[in-house]
């Protein structure tokens, strides 16, 4: 990961490697500004004396999660054509995974217990139906992944000079995939042709195999009811089949091919069922494009298809962050074996002092104040604990107790009843999640020039 660097004034210099960042702050010439993801700032040297080169964030948006990536744009000729190709050389690599989900499901939990509320036990006049909407109003679920990409955004270009942006305009015309007849054959055809309608199979069918349900294999678009036998080409008849699979089924029909009826009633019912996921990108693509212009940079705008057409030419690994790397124009991806951060929304707490049961009533009451010893839950916090059990060091985000004792969330393990005296701030939360992921297999350990830093004098 490329560490990025403020002036002593805190604007955004152009990132370091982790090796010139150590130095830097044993030195003295830099101190830590933040520690994940790592930003320093120097104390020696202000914006107007330093040269910078174009810097580009690169988004792939999704239901789920979101891929970001800081690329430096490089440029070359071919000696063969005498054509510029355009280069990307990877810097960081982000997935920012929304909490949409778990934000539609609490709206929809309590609207249903104030409406039982309401109807059953208390009786409320009805109200005029004169609630209005403003022109572009999007539900609180997808609001959030607008948001928070917007958000991150904004983040990146505190940290870094950032020149451009590059976003993948996910656009599933769900009609066409439906029908394609309608649009025509030249919108069929050309150099991406096939990649838009396998794909949404692909998202569909959660790149599994619709008939074994197994992965990690080539996969491949199958008609349920055979072309043999008179089947269309619509969405609703198509899947996505492993080779064995499709070869053993061939034109036989699907009540042949599948004996066991219960998996048979899931095939055929997940054929029929819209992608849920692919309306969400929908509604929320035109949103994001027009906040992102409003940032005041360079927007560029690309295809899915040509996101995953870039991924396979240059033959990457498939990634949300990685498919940030690969989206709009880009004929070479340097330095993209790099660990990449994720970014989980988390929250920064509810309003709700008390906790529900079933029927919507209070159950318990939760402390009225939200910090504890000057911590608060999903700070980040260094443990160090000289004596006992639990002797060691514990790096995590800190779930706070009224007793003074916290539960640090290190990884994938939790480390119940820390005392609060052995628990060192290092970052305030803000909302996120962080953890690292390996690109690829044996890869070196990530975050290290952070780690080493906690112990320079340059930490506050």
Not at 225 to 250: E, F, M, T, Y
Request: charged share 25%.
């Amino acid at each position: 990961m490329a560490v990025f660097v403020q002036d002593q004034h805190g604007h955004p210099l152009m990132p370091c490697t982790e090796r010139r960042a150590r130095l830097l702050l044993e030195r003295g010439r830099a101190k830590i500004h933040r520690v994940v993801p790592f930003v320093i700032r120097l104390t020696d040297r202000s914006r107007e004396t330093c040269a910078f080169q174009p810097l580009r964030i690169k988004l792939d948006p999704g239901s789920k999660s979101t891929g970001l990536a800081v690329v430096r744009d490089t440029e070359c000729v071919d000696r063969t054509t005498g054509e510029i190709e355009r280069g990307a050389a990877v810097l960081n690599l982000f997935e920012l995974i929304h909490r949409g989900r778990q934000i539609s499901e609490a709206l929809t939990a309590r609207r249903s217990m104030r409406r039982r509320r309401r109807g059953n036990l208390r009786y409320r006049a009805p109200r005029f139906n004169n609630r209005t909407r403003q022109s572009g109003w999007l539900p609180p679920s997808l609001r959030h992944r607008v948001d928070t990409t917007l958000s991150w955004v904004k983040r990146l270009r505190r940290w870094a000079p950032i020149t451009d942006l590059s976003c993948e305009s996910v656009r599933f015309d769900l009609q066409a995939l439906e029908n394609p007849e309608i649009s025509g054959v030249e919108y069929q055809h050309g150099t991406l042709f096939g990649y838009e309608i396998r794909e949404y199979l692909l998202l569909k069918w959660g790149h599994t195999c619709g008939y074994c349900g197994k992965g990690d294999r080539v996969l491949n678009i199958d008609h349920i009811d055979p072309r043999a036998r008179s089947g269309s080409n619509r969405v609703s008849n198509l899947a996505i089949a492993c080779v064995d699979c499709n070869q053993k089924k061939g034109a036989q029909p699907i009540e042949s091919f599948v004996k066991d009826k219960a998996r048979l009633a899931r095939i055929l019912a997940q054929a029929k069922r819209p992608l849920r996921d692919a309306a969400a990108v929908n509604s929320t693509r035109h949103t994001l494009a027009g906040d992102l212009r409003g940032e005041g940079l360079a927007v560029e705008l690309a295809s899915g298809g040509r996101t995953k057409y870039n991924r396979v030419r240059l033959n990457l690994p498939k990634t949300h962050a990685l498919d940030a790397v690969c989206v709009g124009q880009v004929d070479e991806v340097t330095d993209w074996q790099r660990p990449t951060l994720m970014v989980k929304s988390t929250g920064r707490g509810s309003y709700s002092r008390t906790r529900l049961d079933k029927y919507g009533f209070p159950r318990g009451y939760l402390m009225r104040r939200k910090d504890v010893r000057g911590f608060r839950t999903g700070d980040l916090v260094c443990a160090r604990v000289p004596t006992g059990k639990k002797t060691g060091t514990h790096t995590g985000r800190v779930a706070i107790r009224e007793s003074g004792y916290f539960n640090i969330q290190t990884g994938a393990t939790v480390v119940q009843g820390i005392s609060h005296k052995h628990c060192e701030l290092l970052q305030r939360a803000d909302g996120y999640g962080y953890s690292w992921i390996a690109t690829t297999k044996g890869e070196a350990g990530t975050g290290r020039a952070a780690h080493d830093a906690l112990s320079l004098p340059g930490h506050h």
